[in-house]
């Protein structure tokens, strides 16, 4: 029971010490990948021929260029049937095999110790090539008399080739006879230097050196082998390695992006969650004060806050919800905000809502426009003495709807109270987040002096599906 417990934890480590090698093999195999991928083509070419000329000269040094062996050289001499013996020359002797003789063949060694012949076995009959004797050139035949020949005459040249001419033969046809031996005669004669020349061509000995194994004489072979296995990686891994990179990046902006709204929304929904407290107390103790001394200024004021209260609470979360309500709701919230302001103000604040009914359902964002009608009154009209015009305006430009907030009071950042500009750059943010490069909020000096403050957004009708309850 042990044994078999040891054996399969053996296994199961061995199984385990595997996949660990494997596994690590995978990694660096893709930390090589991503590095080819971060570096240029020119970069790659460059380390390449660098690599080749290293691997150049560290193959002729120490370890590398160290022979595994002996060198030797092979001596390789014709036989009669064709075959060769192998004669090998080294720094341990010389070795012969496939001597034959009394038809058996032999393998001879000649060291310092001595010569060593050993019989491999029956070796095949020899059989020595008969080399014919060069001919002599054709005689010259002069053709016979005019008279034919006796019948059934035949004539052997020294060549060898008989001539067969029938009884009665003509002269032409002893002319003829003739040349065809002489014709049958050249072609032995080819044959016969043929074969002369390849007994030659057999008896000259072959010699080749053969060179020990050394590293260094494969290493450049290995490196240009790896250089274009390397080619392939780059190839395959630029695309994957690119796309991986482009997630990874829309991930991270879209993770920044939703921090950054997450950010901007939490600001303004605490904006939304609670009235600015020094505006709300002055109303409370303008109010306070008017109704010992004119009742209905006093019921006016608490009338108008109250309805500024309605229109600003309601409606926070589904603003938040969405990002947008439409302007309609935005300027139920700014009229009571400036009736309030007009009673505090008395003659000194005049203002003026220009905004067509078609566009009170379309999309805007919350808050934004009371912000700017604060900024306008906080450090444009409450600053100058005589104080000023309000004006808040609404029209559809290249498309878009342009809502802009312009006063008549000292100017943008010249009042005492000017502020760092905070809640302007709150609302580029927000704007930024909520449309892209599609909205815009620019600032541009009133031509009736003050200043005129726009916002640009994508020009939209609101649905009011759920805002019923």
Known sequence: ??????????????????????????????????????????RFFLLSVLAIIVTGILSELPPFNLPWGQDRTEIRTGQGDGKRDNVSIGKDGI????????????????????????????????????????????ASVVPPPPAPPPPGLSVTPKEGVTIELPKN??????????????????????????????????????????????????????????????????????????????AVQATEIAESEALKRQVVEARMAAMQAQVEPHFLFNTLASIDHLIETDPARASTMQKNLIALLRASMPTMREANARGTRDLGRELAVIRPYLEILKVRMEERLRTDVRVPDGLLSADFPPMMLQGLVENAIKHGLEPKAEGGTLTVSAEIVHGKLAVTVADTGLGFGKAPTAGTGIGLNNIRERLQLLYGSKASLTVAENPGGGTAVTITVPYTMHHHQGEAA
């Open 95 to 138: 070795h012969i095999e496939g001597v034959k003789r009394d038809g058996k063949s032999y393998s001879i060694s000649i060291d310092e110790s001595g010569v060593h012949i050993t019989p491999n076995g029956p070796a095949a009959p020899e059989a020595v090539p008969s080399v014919p004797s060069p001919p002599a050139p054709p």
């Open 169 to 246: 033969a003509t002269t032409d046809e002893i002319k003829q006879a003739i040349e065809d031996a002489q014709a049958k005669l050249e072609e032995k004669i080819a044959e016969a230097q043929n074969e002369v020349e390849e007994a030659i061509a057999d008896a000259k000995p072959k010699v080749r050196t053969i060179r020990a194994f050394r590293l260094g004489d494969h290493m450049v072979g290995w490196m240009m082998l790896w250089i274009f296995f390397s080619i392939i990686v780059k190839i395959m891994a630029a695309g994957r390695f690119k796309a991986e990179a482009q």
């Open 1 to 42: 029971m042990a044994s078999t417990f040891d054996v399969s934890s053996a296994s199961r480590s061995a199984a385990g010490g595997i996949a660990s090698f494997f596994s690590a093999i995978r990694r660096a195999f893709i930390a090589y990948a991503r590095w080819l991928d971060s570096i240029t083509w020119m």
